[in-house]
């Protein structure tokens, strides 16, 4: 005679043979891969150089580089942009400083042509930007930038 019992389901607990459910493994599971993921964001614009970060806001910042750097300053942050183009430590600028200089559609452009989420860009510009300002920097003075027809407007 058989049974019409059901199997049992696979044991997805802790791994201590009590069966328990283990929700907090898989939230665990789940921060993990997100780090993995934003680890390779930050991954992929070291790999492109910093010097990438202020090509790509020339070509979608309406001004390109020199203006979005004029933004930092208006927004009270000149000190650190003069840090980055004169000589000494660069000094940061918040990641919420640098989102508010960015409009929606200029973020979107910058994460697509910087193979980035887009909750990942201004991030990467307050990490980057220093050195690829600095590296565009010579003599305390900001190199003749590119300006491109793409600018978001």
Same mark, same amino acid.
């Given at each position: 005679m058989r049974s019409c019992r059901r199997p049992d389901p696979p044991d997805l607990?802790? %791994?201590? %043979?009590?069966?328990?459910?283990?929700a907090m493994g898989l939230l665990d599971g789940v921060k993990t891969m997100i780090g993995d993921v934003v680890a390779a964001?930050?991954?992929?614009?070291? /790999?492109? %150089? /910093?010097g990438k970060l202020a090509l790509a806001l020339a070509k979608f910042y309406p001004g390109g580089l020199v203006a979005f750097l004029d933004r930092l300053r208006e927004t009270g942050h000149g000190e650190a942009v003069e /840090?980055?183009?004169?000589?000494?430590?660069?000094?940061?600028?918040?990641?919420?400083?640098v989102a508010r200089?960015?409009?929606?559609?200029v973020t979107e452009r910058l994460a697509y042509d910087l193979n980035l989420p887009a909750g990942r860009v201004a991030t990467a510009l307050a990490?980057?930007?220093?050195?690829?300002?600095?590296?565009? /920097?010579?003599?305390g003075r900001l190199k003749p930038q590119p300006n491109f027809s793409t600018q978001v407007r």
């Open positions: 607990g802790r %791994g201590d %043979g009590t069966g328990g459910h283990d964001a930050d991954r992929a614009v070291v /790999s492109t %150089g /910093s /840090s980055w183009i004169g000589p000494g430590e660069n000094r940061p600028v918040p990641v919420e400083a200089c960015l409009p929606d559609a990490e980057f930007l220093p050195a690829a300002v600095a590296a565009q /920097s010579e003599d």
